[in-house]
């Protein structure tokens, strides 16, 4: 970020890096770096205290998402989808990230007249195309100011409400809810409490759709730099922390891995971001840039050595007598 050193490829650089194992996976700390005490304590610290308690999940989420539109509008496609897209037939980012929302809807077997909960709703792109394409009402939750207003005039136009609302204080009853990328601000000690309020919120035989960045093996914090720069007390979820969440409130029908197309959709936002930079850097200075270059490309670089994952799941409520259909 200041300049110290540099790379003409830093997705590729830290692929090696984590590939030859010289950076541990879990943490992205030096394996010869010799303070492992230090590090096990950091690691260890929210086994005892609650690091996304209400107010401290509301000034995380607008450090991120509040740097500002134009930089989410230069960066993502046109309808400012901050999640992986689906590349198997896209060609191009807003392809991609319509067979995303095309993917998700089909799961949720969405219906005209259906009732849908957006949990992390971010600028609306899910909830404006799910109620204009299928017809559904929806109600998106954000804890972003910048979010909500711009959420609220993009989907003006179409059965959708947005509120600024936390997950844990969610009220009413629907068909089916989504959470595209949302879950890793909710930390591991809240992992179940997440769970129950979604279940509490879906009807007897309600899907829920959860999309998230995870890894193969639990942890209880982010590499060092993402969580102080980037994503502040954002933690990536196991499929055993997952599994564990839901147990007793859902049944797990679905789980689909996207880990290759994330690494495409990052690369595709880098060069968004790079190609706007003229523009950009009348607002934001030179160690932003290096500082979100950095973001964008180390991230690819985790799904490329398989140290990131990708996976979109479906729930449905463990009583539910519906026979699961992807549709």
């Known amino acids: 970020m200041d300049g110290w050193w540099d790379c003409e490829a830093i997705d590729q650089f830290i692929y090696r890096l984590l590939k030859a194992k010289v950076v541990d996976a879990k943490t992205y700390s030096l394996n010869a770096f010799g303070g492992r005490f230090f590090e096990t304590l950091r690691m260890l610290s929210p086994l005892f205290t609650n690091r996304q308690t209400r107010r401290q999940a509301a000034k995380d989420v607008q450090y991120h998402y509040n740097l500002g539109n134009d930089l989410f509008e230069a960066m993502l496609d046109k309808r400012m989808n901050y999640s992986c897209g689906y590349w198997k037939d896209a060609k191009t980012l807003d392809e991609a990230q319509e067979a995303k929302l ?3 809807c089909k799961k949720l077997n969405l219906r005209p007249g259906m009732t849908v909960l957006d949990i992390g709703c971010g600028w609306g792109g899910f909830a404006k195309f799910a109620a204009e394409k299928y017809g559904v009402k929806v109600k998106g939750i954000t804890l ?3 979010q909500y207003d711009y959420a609220r005039i993009y989907c003006k136009n179409v059965d959708v409400e947005i509120e600024m609302t936390d997950y844990r204080d969610l009220t009413g009853k629907y068909d089916c809810a989504v959470s595209i990328e949302m879950f890793e601000h909710v930390g591991p000690k809240n992992h ?3 769970m129950n309020a979604v279940e509490k919120c879906l009807k007897p035989d309600g899907l829920f759709l959860l999309q998230f960045d995870g890894k193969d093996e639990s ?5 060092r730099w993402i969580e102080k720069y980037i994503f502040p007390n954002s933690v990536t979820p196991s499929p055993k922390q997952v599994s ?8 797990i029908v679905d789980w689909q891995d996207f880990t290759k197309d994330y690494h ?3 690369l595709e936002w880098y060069k968004n971001f790079d190609n706007h930079w003229p523009k950009l850097k009348q607002k934001y200075d030179e160690r932003f840039y290096r500082m979100w270059k950095f973001y964008l490309l180390c991230c690819p670089a985790t799904a490329l050595a ?17 026979q ?3 549709g």
């Open 192 to 194: 179940r409490a997440f």
């Open 324 to 326: 699961y259909n992807s």
């Open 102 to 104: 095309e993917l998700v």
């Open 144 to 146: 972003s100011q910048r």
């Open 306 to 322: 398989n140290t990131q994952r990708l996976w979109q799941i479906v729930l449905i409520k463990k009583n539910s007598d519906e």
């Open 244 to 251: 564990c969440a839901t147990e007793g409130l859902f049944s």
């Open 264 to 266: 495409t959709t990052m």
């Open 219 to 223: 942890v209880t914090r982010n590499d």
